[in-house]
């Protein structure tokens, strides 16, 4: 069965700094996707970024990287110059290629920014 | 575009009640999803349905029902309400896999607590 593993349940930044948060997952797929969503608090969880396995090139969008390691089973979200509000639950997530989107979640981690 | 709205988004239910959570979406996706969340559990799939007329089972449908009569509406119902069903749900729907997979859509949420 795929799992996928967020070993920080909480992490802080300070404003204007860099974080990681780590996330392994497990899978015998060699066609996969690999998901970021961000839940602000009190609002709807959205689609941060998006790595497809067969891809070598780690995914970039504006603040927001991946550290995709296939051969580790790694995928990091790395953030630059935090912002306040990019305080939120992340959850890493997975989901098999041809799958009915059925994404499997991580059990997420409470980022705080701090100013 | 509303997105994915979902109704109520708070319930105090007894035990052994029943109750019907509502969830539309406006965007025309054909998959539609219901998870649950719980505290350092992360997100867990409930039901979900790949189109009109056609639902299956996701990780965790014991004490749940679901039905999928239009594209629009997947509501989710809870026959006989128990404490472990208290927690916060939320629909999602998307489109067909493809260069959007894995791309989720979610509602605000619906907080609900067994008493």
């Known amino acids: 069965a795929q799992t996928v593993t967020q070993s920080q349940p909480e992490m802080s930044v300070q404003d204007a700094e860099t974080v990681t948060l780590s996330c392994t997952y497990d899978t015998s797929e060699n066609n996969y996707y690999l998901f970021w969503y961000k839940q602000p608090p009190s609002r709807q969880m959205i689609l941060v970024i998006r790595q497809e396995a067969y891809k070598q090139q780690n995914a970039t969008e504006n603040r927001f990287s991946v550290n995709f390691q296939k051969a580790a089973k790694s995928f990091s979200l790395k953030i630059s110059d935090s912002q306040l509000g990019d305080t939120a639950m992340y959850f890493c997530a997975f989901i098999n290629g041809g799958a009915t989107n059925k994404l499997i979640f991580g059990t997420g981690t409470l980022l705080a920014v701090q100013p | 575009n509303a997105g994915v709205t979902q109704t109520p988004k708070f319930r105090i239910l007894k035990i052994g009640q029943s109750m019907t959570l509502q969830c539309a979406q406006d965007?025309?996706?054909?998959?539609m999803y219901w998870y649950r969340q719980d505290p350092g559990m992360g997100l867990k799939l409930i039901y979900y349905?790949?189109?009109?007329?056609?639902?299956d089972k996701g990780e965790v449908p014991n004490g749940y029902n679901v039905s999928r009569s239009t594209t629009e509406d997947f509501p989710l119902r809870l026959e006989l309400a128990a404490p472990s069903q208290t927690s916060v749900y939320f629909c999602?729907?998307?489109?067909?896999?493809?260069?959007?997979?894995?791309?989720?859509?979610f509602g605000e949420g619906s907080r609900l607590t067994v008493l």
């Open positions: 965007m025309n996706h054909n998959y």
């Open positions: 999602a729907s998307s489109y067909s896999t493809g260069a959007n997979t894995g791309e989720l859509f």
């Open positions: 349905s790949v189109g009109a007329g056609i639902t």
